[in-house]
C-alpha cells in the first residue's frame, strides 16, 4: 500500500550516511576533503553538508549545505591545527537529512616560516670560531628580544656556512642538541683565521 502521513515519500527509503569521508589535500590555511556517496543512494541526493570544527571545540561550523559534488576545499583554516569534519546529505524526495558520516580528524600543515635574519657574526680568532646571530623568523607576534632564546616556540634553525670567493658546497653547523637547534646563536668552530666566510 502507499505510505501514509509521517511515512516516508513514495516508500522511498531513508538515505544512509555518506561513506569514505577523507582527506585528499592540505596546506597550511586549508584542506580539501572528499567522499562517496550514500550506499544505494547516489541518485536521490539533492545536496551534502559539510562542517567543521577545530578538535577542542564543540560547536561545529558550516562550511557548505549546497554541494553538489563529493569534495569540498575549506579556505580560511589556521597553520598548524588540527580539525574534525562531517558530512551529511539531503533527499531530493523527502527533503530530510541523512545521518552525517563519522568524523574525519585531519590538520593543516604548519605556516612557512620567514627566513631569520642574521644580525652578527663575531669573530673569535683565539678560538678558531665565530659566533653566529640572527633575529627569530618574522611572523611572531611578539617583538624579538635582544637576548639569544628570543626564537618562537617550537622554531628549529639549520646555520651553514662556506669560505667566500670558492666554489664549496654550503656545510652545516654541528648541532649537540635540541635546545642548541632552537637558540638564535650558534658557534662555528673549526674555521682558518684570515679567511672570510658567508653564514
Known amino acids: ?10 516508500g522511498a527509503a531513508p538515505l544512509q550516511a555518506p561513506q569514505g569521508l577523507r582527506m585528499v589535500e592540505n596546506s ?4 580539501t576533503v572528499a567522499w562517496e556517496p550514500p550506499s544505494g543512494g547516489a541518485a536521490c541526493v539533492s545536496v551534502y553538508e559539510l562542517q567543521f570544527r577545530e578538535a577542542d571545540e564543540r560547536e561545529w561550523h558550516l562550511a557548505s549545505n549546497s554541494l553538489t559534488r563529493t569534495s569540498c576545499q575549506k579556505h580560511n583554516l589556521r597553520p598548524g591545527v588540527p580539525y574534525r569534519f562531517r558530512v ?15 568524523t574525519l580528524a585531519t ?3 604548519a605556516a612557512v616560516p620567514s627566513r631569520p635574519t642574521i644580525t652578527r657574526a663575531t669573530p673569535k680568532p683565539q678560538l678558531h670560531c665565530v659566533e653566529v646571530q640572527w633575529e627569530s ?3 611572531s607576534s ?13 622554531d628549529r634553525y639549520v646555520l651553514e656556512w662556506r669560505e667566500k670567493g670558492r666554489s664549496m658546497g654550503w656545510v652545516r653547523a654541528d648541532v649537540s642538541n635540541e635546545y642548541e637547534a632552537s637558540v638564535c ?9 684570515g679567511k672570510q666566510y658567508q653564514f
Open 28 to 31: 597550511s590555511t586549508s584542506i
Open 142 to 154: 611578539s617583538a624579538p628580544s635582544n637576548n639569544n632564546n628570543n626564537s618562537n616556540a617550537g
Open 88 to 102: 551529511r546529505a539531503l533527499n531530493a524526495r523527502t527533503a530530510e537529512w541523512s545521518p552525517f558520516c563519522g
Open 137 to 139: 623568523a618574522a611572523g
Open 107 to 109: 590538520s593543516t600543515m
Open 185 to 193: 646563536s650558534r658557534v662555528v668552530r673549526e674555521l682558518k683565521t
Open 1 to 10: 500500500g502507499a505510505a501514509s502521513g509521517g511515512g516516508w515519500a513514495g
